[in-house]
């Protein structure tokens, strides 16, 4: 399949109208909206909540985290200052204290403090806790692939419909237990809430945003081929409209010449030689945080449909598979003056959006591929937060690594086996980068 053609903004118009249409007026009790990377699904959620509102409606609303909601109400009240917004939070979890500042933001940690409000907003767990309430005829669901369906179970009798938003190729909903035991079963409470809501729904409109406005087009055909072959979408830029540049050139060192070519390209790949190492391999460390002193001392400047701008620290992210790298990558970043730059694991920078990003592969220097290091949802997330270059270091052999452990995880009845799998979108993306390799030696 290829991704549609034509004017971007125009088709990403018309499915929006389609999603607000079926949500004002379907007979279903839901509708499901697939989202890839950058496509605009906190804006889909800010205004099918003011549509609700501008209809009568009251509409109730559902993310994943706190800051999620924070963000979110942040948004609707910059877009509809008069909308008047209740945000429902835990008391031991208070909001963001920016949130008391905005006239139209009512915060309590009681919902019936907020009866007047014409949308409230909470966490999915808040939510959980509401009870002896009238249901909201309306809810809207945002991030709803990272919600699991136990979650979905203890709020679904607050609503009457619901609005579903997500992005299916990220990464699932978490667990701090094992659910084999329930894998294959139409109830198994660690499933996506959506994937379960379609099981026991199949007939509930669903539709797919078709246009990514963060990935640049440098970057949208390779994670739609790799993450997402049968929901294809596109970059809503071309390539000559963003560019990255440096005031100063190359000193000629590797890390320079990866970083010229993820400015010409989109991508770099600096690769060390093939070697087994720690988790937190010093040497690879080493290249992540030299790799952005270099984007900063080189003066990086963006350009791009919003117009031009300095590369600065806060729009530098380095995204790594575990949190004990992310440690060592602060502490390697700290040692060479940097601050500011945004160091996290890839299920903390689900949803997050950076000019430049430094991935430390999951599976560089491992004896093996675990099916942690090849979930697909991972590498996706790593590789679709920038947008206009992605730099990978990792170690040589990543390849090889993937062939001699191609997956053994037992195919269990009833279970929808996710396409495409870790192992094939990794060489997916190994492939593209291999183009745009440097080879270094610490």
């Not at 909206?33 to 496509?39: I, Q």
């Amino acid at each position: 399949m290829t991704a549609p053609v034509g004017d971007p903004s125009a088709e990403a118009a018309r499915v929006t109208e389609e999603i607000l249409h079926d949500t004002l007026h379907s007979p279903r009790r839901g509708v499901v909206v697939d989202s890839p990377p950058g496509a605009g699904k906190s804006t889909l959620v800010v205004r099918a909540a003011r549509e609700l509102a501008a209809a009568g409606e009251k509409p109730m609303v559902v993310a994943q985290t706190n800051s999620q909601v924070d963000d979110l109400v942040k948004r609707l009240a910059k877009e509809d200052p008069r909308l008047p917004i209740g945000r429902l939070h835990g008391s031991d979890s208070p909001p963001d204290p920016a949130l008391s500042e905005l006239p139209s933001v009512v915060l309590s940690s009681s919902v019936g403090d907020l009866a007047g409000r014409e949308v409230v907003i909470a966490t999915a767990a808040k939510w959980a806790f509401v009870k002896d309430v009238p249901a909201w005829r309306h809810a809207i669901v945002d991030e709803a692939y990272q919600m699991r369906s136990d979650a979905l179970l203890k709020v679904a009798g607050l609503f009457e419909r619901a609005l579903f938003v997500g992005d299916p190729g990220q990464l699932d909903p978490f667990t701090v237990v094992g659910a084999d035991q329930w894998a294959g079963l139409s109830y198994d409470p660690s499933a996506s809430a959506v994937v379960t809501l379609l099981a026991h729904n199949p007939e509930l409109p669903q539709h797919r945003l078709p246009v990514s406005w963060r990935l640049p087009a440098s970057a949208a055909r390779l994670v739609s081929d790799a993450f997402y072959p049968y929901t294809p979408f596109r970059a809503g830029t071309g390539h000559e409209d963003r560019r990255l540049s440096f005031a100063a050139a190359g000193d000629g060192s590797a890390h320079d010449r990866v970083l010229d070519l993820a400015a010409e390209s989109g991508w770099g790949l600096l690769e060390l030689p093939e070697r087994r190492t720690v988790r937190t391999d010093p040497e690879a460390v080493a290249a992540v945080a030299t790799l952005v002193r270099r984007l900063l001392d080189r003066g990086g400047r963006t350009l791009s449909e919003k117009g031009t701008a300095a590369l600065t620290a806060d729009r530098i992210a380095v995204g790594t598979a575990h949190r004990d790298q992310a440690a060592a990558v602060r502490s390697a970043l700290a040692g060479l003056g940097v601050a500011g730059v945004t160091v996290d694991t890839a299920n903390r920078l689900q949803g997050q959006e950076y000019d430049v990003t430094v991935v430390l592969h999951p599976l560089s220097g491992r004896p093996d591929a675990t099916a942690f290091h090849l979930e697909t949802g991972r590498l996706c997330v790593l590789a679709s937060r920038h947008r206009h270059a992605c730099v990978v270091v990792s170690r040589a052999g990543v390849e090889r690594l993937l062939d001699e452990h191609p997956s053994t995880e037992p195919v269990q009845l009833g279970v929808t086996v996710k396409f495409p799998d870790g192992w094939e979108a990794n060489h997916a993306v190994l492939a593209h980068l291999n183009e745009r390799r440097v080879r270094y030696r610490p």
